[in-house]
């Protein structure tokens, strides 16, 4: 059977990709390589027996199309809460917090108003630029923290062209953290597997695409596949290991090669009650000598109090390669120093290690770190007929996030249905 479009990936980028080709006519089939749904987005039950959302999580109203499928799908949205003092490590005044918080949003600020396709910044990695810039020491290692949280990278691996041109594609004005779902981001992954039925095929890992200008040939474990096109929808990274045959264009090879995944170890800490708001805290903890390590709270009005921990970047392997008892540790003792000391008297410790994931790469989203592939995402999201890509990573707005899987998933599935003469599967005037 040769069907119209192959989606490879059933992340939010390829679910998303496949329900809109579906919808308009075409006979789509998914092949997942991992034995459930949702890519990045999953959930783990902790020995409590509660689910949680052990990669993607939150969302929030400037986020248009997942808040969309959320509210769609009867989701519902739970108020991160965020009432009380925000904790920065090593403690300092709640005065000198706010005006060093100050600081590194001013610095951000001031790196995304450089063009960035300005030449004079065009060899500079984010580290080479932050050291020309006159704030204290305090302040750019605030940054360094924020900047290696999020997009888990050593900072003197980010071109900063990069990230000020990725950076001022994430527009929300209310915070990204503003809202997570009681019934997880994992069960939204699953409600849009549900739509596409039995054409998703789960544990089918594709080894190669081979193409020529009828079409697609995917070569797997169980047989091939065959179809007129293909939506490779998975990160960069993860994408390059298959094998084309023949080989790509050498302008869209070397667009693919451009991408480094990130690092990061998501934790759950579950406590019989948030003990810290009794000190007026709402757990929200970031820490200027740890980079990229940053702590929340994921309580649903006061049921299953919790904590959800992120170790971002270079922490993350560091800390990881101190082996599991000594991470935790650490994570531990720092966190008790922020908190308090019944930190240390979780009712459950969960954990989830992206570093080395094997089918989406190790942090939130690859980058382009070859400092010359300015032209990487745009040769990606233009493809080579039959073979297009999507990913988070793509997106024109909210790349590295949901939001941007599904807008990436969309462009490819349009991008995909202008190659067909219409109208396709579908009849308009029957
Ligand atoms: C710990 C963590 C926390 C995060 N928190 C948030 C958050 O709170 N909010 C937010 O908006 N975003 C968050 N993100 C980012 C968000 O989850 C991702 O940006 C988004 O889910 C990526 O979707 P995608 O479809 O582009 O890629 P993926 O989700 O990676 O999907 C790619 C899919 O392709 C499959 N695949 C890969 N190769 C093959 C192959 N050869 N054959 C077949 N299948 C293949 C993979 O198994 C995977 O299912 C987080 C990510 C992580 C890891």
Redesign the pocket.
Known sequence: MIHDVIV?????????AALALRDDGLDVLV????GR?????ETQANSLGERY???????CED?PH?MALAKRHGKTLVTTPIDGSFTLQPEMSEEDSRALWDANVAIRDRMNSIDPADPAVGDLSVWDWLQRQPDDADAKSAFCSTIEGLWCQPIDAVPVWYLIDNDRRITNEVS??QY?LAET?HALAEDLAADLGDRIRLS????EVRHDESGVTLM?AEGLHQARRVVI???PV??N??VFSPALPAKLARALNAWRSGT?I?MRLRYARAFWRDQGRNGMVLWRDVHGLFVCDTSREDAHPALVV?IGGPSALRLRALGDAALRAEVFTRIAAALGPQILEPLDVAM?D?ID?P???G???DIVADFSAHDAEALLRAGTAPIHF????LSPS?P??????IV??RAAAAAVLETFERPVGRDPLA
Not at 31 to 34: F, I, M, Q, V
Not at 390 to 393: F, G, H, M, V
């Open positions: 490879v990936g059933a992340g939010f980028a390829g679910l998303s092949l997942e390589a991992r749904v949702g890519g990045r987005v959302d052990s990669g993607g999580q939150f969302l986020m997942v990204e953290l997570f981001m089918v890992p594709v080894h797997t929808a998975a990160p993860v994408a290991r298959i990061v998501k992120f989830r992206w994931d089918w989406s790469g942090g939130y989203s999507a990913s988070s990573e909210f590295g996030y949901v939001e941007g899987a990436s998933g």
